[in-house]
């Protein structure tokens, strides 16, 4: 008897999407990402820790190349099963759920203790996803982001 356990159909299930929406977004990469953080700091965006895009962005599309870097970090921690499901999950609707009015939180969001503001319990090897947002003033702009401001 093997002391792993088989994976559930729910996990290769999110493996597959991650896989499948690398292949099919192939420019969405580190590289990709790197130039829209530069040319965000060249418009003057800084991140005012408000909170709003993990709290609205409804989703955190995950990729291949986030989890070679969260191997390569050593948060392992991260890839687990759980986790990967819940980040797949975080922002989805379920049937019973439509009626819901609360938005979507990321789970590695956490409030500062006595401030107004949010900090990134991942922070340093964030999605890439969540490291390219917002994409634009107008994308900003429409999550209520004053990152520009």
């Not at 690398?22 to 800084?46: M, Q």
Request: proline share 5%.
């Amino acid at each position: 008897m093997s002391r792993y356990e088989e994976p559930s159909q729910v996990f290769l299930n999110v493996l597959w999407k991650i896989y499948k929406r690398t292949i099919e977004e192939p420019y969405f990469n580190e590289a990709h990402v790197s130039e829209l953080e530069r040319r965000r700091k060249d418009e003057g965006f800084k991140c005012r820790r408000c909170g709003k895009c993990c709290i609205k962005f409804g989703g955190v599309d995950l990729y291949l190349h986030d989890i070679v870097r969260w191997v390569n970090a050593g948060r392992l921690d991260l890839c687990a099963e759980e986790i990967l499901i819940e980040l797949d999950a975080f922002g989805s609707i379920d049937d019973e759920d439509e009626d819901d009015e609360s938005e979507p939180i990321c789970p590695f969001l956490m409030t500062v203790r006595g401030k107004d503001g949010y900090l990134c319990e991942i922070h340093e090897v964030k999605p890439i996803c969540c490291k390219g947002f917002p994409k634009s003033r107008e994308q900003a702009r429409e999550f209520g982001c004053p990152g520009f401001d």
